[in-house]
T-cell receptor, first 113, second 114 residues
Framework: GENVEQHPSTLSVQEGDSAVIKCTYS??????FPWYKQELGKRPQLIID?????GEKKDQRIAVTLNKTAKHFSLHITETQPEDSAVYFC????????????FGGGTRLMVKP | EPEVTQTPSHQVTQMGQEVILRCVPI?????FYWYRQILGQKVEFLVS????????KSEIFDDQFSVERPDGSNFTLKIRSTKLEDSAMYFC????????????FGSGTQLSVL
């Protein structure tokens, strides 16, 4: 089955700097890659996603890039703010696995003011 | 904005006891899921439910687990005889026609098995 690895597990940046979180996946049939943000004590919330037919997607300060050949995708947050501090999870879903998301291990992002 | 609601937020039980975790998905959603997260580990898929039946389940979802949609609004996860290793945060999620895309998660039930 699918295996998703996520790095780093923790990331500390200064306010205003950029943050990059990387994930790799194993199943070449995976075609959908969402990113979830989970603030302390709250539910995971979808912040951006990408399908395998595009290489990059941007929404204001966040962007996701996908390299299908290398089987990795990344989350980029620019001009980080303290409210970006949270745990971020990447995930992958394969057309062979129907409605199942496989998650990465999470990255705890801390933005220092 | 509509939300997936889960009750209780915390559940403490003795090993071997049965527990039922409850979820109210978003009303017009079609797909329902349970995920769990053991402290410090990945979010793991347990089961998906569509059209009143299980559509997928993981290896974790063994005979001790069952799901039910007893009425038009609730979606429950039952663990028949809890084990210590069942201690985790259990998340319910739902989605509309988009399926696994655009999942909405509940705030979770923290299950502690003593």
């Amino acid at each position: 089955g699918e295996n998703v690895e996520q790095h780093p597990s923790t990331l500390s940046v200064q306010e205003g700097d950029s943050a990059v979180i990387k994930c790799t996946y194993s199943d070449s049939a995976s075609n959908y890659f969402p990113w979830y943000k989970q603030e302390l004590g709250k539910r995971p919330q979808l912040i951006i996603d990408i399908r395998s037919n595009v290489g990059e997607k941007k929404d204001q300060r966040i962007a996701v890039t996908l390299n299908k050949t290398a089987k990795h995708f990344s989350l980029h947050i620019t001009e980080t703010q303290p409210e970006d501090s949270a745990v971020y999870f990447c995930a992958a879903s394969s057309s062979n696995a129907g409605n199942m998301l496989t998650f990465g291990g999470g990255t705890r992002l801390m933005v220092k003011p | 904005e509509p939300e997936v609601t889960q009750t209780p937020s915390h559940q403490v039980t003795q090993m071997g006891q049965e527990v039922i975790l409850r979820c109210v998905p978003i009303s017009n959603h079609l797909y329902f899921y349970w995920y769990r997260q053991i402290l410090g580990q990945k979010v793991e898929f347990l089961v998906s439910f569509y059209n009143n039946e299980i559509s997928e389940k993981s290896e974790i979802f063994d005979d001790q687990f069952s799901v039910e949609r007893p009425d038009g609004s609730n979606f429950t996860l039952k663990i028949r005889s809890t084990k210590l290793e069942d201690s985790a945060m259990y998340f319910c999620a739902s989605s509309d026609w988009a399926g696994v895309e655009k999942l909405f998660f509940g705030s979770g039930t923290q299950l502690s098995v003593l």
